[in-house]
């Protein structure tokens, strides 16, 4: 005979709903938590943000108690006055060990105004196979538009995400608001990139394929994200570049992904705890190299645990040229104009 956990009065266990990307819902991350706790993490799996945070829009939160996505949407949620308030305490046990440069990238208006915590992040640039490229030859994104690379640039169709490089490769900011002399340019840009017959690739597992393939000899719109795992599988061949500034633009984006508790529901308290859990360094740190995909860890005392195989893998000796190379993903004001011109040029050249 078996019993519910009703059964003799017993209280029901909790059941938390969670939003989130692949690997955070390893059950060896899952477990030790639902050991301590009395509850069950149920989680979604999501493959984009910004349908996700769709999914979260207009009273949709309301169905989930945790979030995990990328930090933009994060940020939106917050002032939209959907996350549920970070005590002190998880600002105080994990603020001081993360990277100066991130902490300086995520809060550079005060750490204590968000009610969300970093639990992994990586850079978008230039993808490549050194046996197929040139190393000197990826640091910009103006291969992506030479005839010599006809047909062998890839597009990861990810939304916002391919727009990003092309407009600071214009000296165009996109996470500011754009006006009409500015779109029109990503739209002249957009032109010539199709005009090159890219390959557009829905997923990481084709990507990583054309890739190694030789199939394309760069991809725009992802980066450590996508190679980091190849390199985990020994590829070391393959690499995330960091573009230089052109014309006073930083090139490279700083991504970074974070958890959030959804606020006035059932089991908040809990849910902040599992949010002070999942950004934790040894959450982080296990996060950042036994998912699906190898994405870093915010805290600085992770670069002391990994490896030399792991430290090489995950690009580690790059950073000093990514802090000087980079900029943090932000709200993109003027996306729906961007999408906007973007498809319509895609249209024109089908």
């Known amino acids: 005979m078996t019993t519910s956990n009703l059964s003799f009065g017993a209280s029901p266990m909790a059941e938390l709903r969670y939003l989130c990307w692949d690997g955070y819902d390893q059950p060896s991350l899952l477990r030790p938590f639902e050991s301590l706790h009395?509850?069950?993490?149920?989680?979604?799996?999501?493959?984009?943000?910004?349908?996700?945070?769709?999914?979260?829009?207009?009273?949709?939160h309301r169905q989930y108690d945790i979030v995990s996505i990328d930090s933009p949407w994060l940020e939106r949620l917050d002032q939209d006055d959907v996350l549920a308030k970070l005590p002190k305490s998880s600002f105080a046990n994990s603020f001081q060990p993360y990277y100066p440069e991130l902490s300086e990238l995520l809060f550079d208006e005060g750490n204590e105004k968000v009610n969300w915590l970093p639990t992994q992040w990586g850079w978008i640039g230039p993808t490549i196979n050194t046996r197929f490229v040139k190393e000197e030859n990826y640091r910009s994104y103006a291969p992506c538009f030479s005839s010599e690379n006809r047909g062998r640039i890839g597009i990861m169709d990810w939304g916002d995400w391919p727009m990003l490089p092309i407009a600071l490769y214009l000296g165009?900011?996109?996470?500011?608001?754009?006006?009409?002399?500015?779109?029109?340019?990503?739209?002249?840009?957009?032109?010539?990139?199709?005009?090159?017959?890219?390959?557009?690739?829905?997923?990481?597992?084709?990507?990583?394929?054309?890739?190694?393939?030789?199939?394309?000899?760069?991809?725009i719109g992802t980066g450590t994200y996508l190679t980091s795992a190849m390199r985990r599988a020994g590829?070391?061949?393959?690499?995330?570049?960091?573009?230089?500034?052109?014309?006073?633009?930083?090139?490279?984006?700083v991504w970074t992904e974070g958890a959030g508790a959804i606020k006035h529901q059932p089991y908040e308290a809990l849910s902040l705890q599992w949010v002070d859990y999942i950004a934790s360094e040894k959450a982080a740190f296990h996060l950042s190299y036994n998912g699906p995909t190898c994405n870093l860890s915010p805290y600085r005392t992770a670069s002391e645990r990994y490896s030399k195989t792991q430290w090489n893998t995950l690009q580690l000796s790059d950073l000093p040229d990514l802090w000087q190379n980079s900029l943090a993903h932000r709200?993109?004001?003027?996306?729906?104009?961007?999408?906007?011109?973007?498809?319509?040029?895609?249209?024109?050249?089908?």
């Open 38 to 60: 009395p509850c069950v993490i149920q989680p979604e799996i999501i493959s984009d943000s910004p349908a996700a945070f769709a999914r979260l829009n207009q009273g949709g």
């Open 172 to 219: 165009i900011n996109p996470y500011e608001p754009l006006d009409d002399h500015a779109i029109r340019q990503l739209q002249d840009a957009f032109r010539a990139l199709f005009k090159n017959q890219p390959v557009f690739i829905s997923n990481v597992a084709l990507g990583q394929k054309a890739l190694l393939d030789g199939s394309v000899h760069s991809l």
């Open 235 to 253: 590829l070391k061949q393959i690499k995330t570049m960091i573009p230089d500034i052109k014309n006073g633009m930083l090139q490279c984006i």
């Open 331 to 350: 709200t993109v004001p003027s996306i729906a104009r961007m999408l906007e011109a973007w498809q319509r040029e895609l249209m024109k050249s089908l």
